[in-house]
């Protein structure tokens, strides 16, 4: 059974780090892009990241660019996104997203959600 599990959340002050893990289980995580979504309370689940299936290159959503880095390692099956500096507005869920030999990350076309993490930044 597919599954994606989320881990490395939890709270952290302005200006410190956290590194997010997505686990995949069921599947090779060399046949799948990854993303990277928040939501926030009240607030519509948006892209933080997405790296294509056999790509090098991330796509950064512009709030988190140069502050957030993704990598994944297909032979342990896990993706990371090492987020430094956090800021307040990067309270939020956070979700790992895998999609079926996909470029792109449309929120519409994940094939499968972990349960996601919070991140609290708060000071």
């Known amino acids: 059974q597919l599954q994606v599990v989320e881990s490395g959340g939890g709270l952290v002050q302005p200006g410190g780090s956290l590194r997010l893990s997505c686990a995949v289980s069921?599947?090779?995580?060399?046949?799948?892009?990854v993303a990277w979504f928040r939501q926030a309370p009240g607030k519509e689940r948006e892209e933080v990241s997405c790296n294509g299936v056999d790509s090098d290159y991330t796509n950064y959503a512009r709030p988190v660019k140069g502050r957030f880095t993704f990598s994944r390692d297909n032979a342990k099956n896990t993706a990371y996104l090492q987020m430094n500096n956090l800021e307040l507005q990067d309270t939020a869920v956070y979700y790992c997203?895998?999609?079926?030999?996909?470029?792109?990350?449309?929120?519409?076309?994940?094939?499968?959600w972990g349960k996601g993490i919070l991140v609290n930044v708060s000071s």
């Open positions: 069921g599947a090779s995580l060399n046949d799948y892009a």
């Open positions: 997203g895998i999609l079926w030999r996909a470029i792109a990350c449309p929120k519409t076309s994940v094939d499968r």
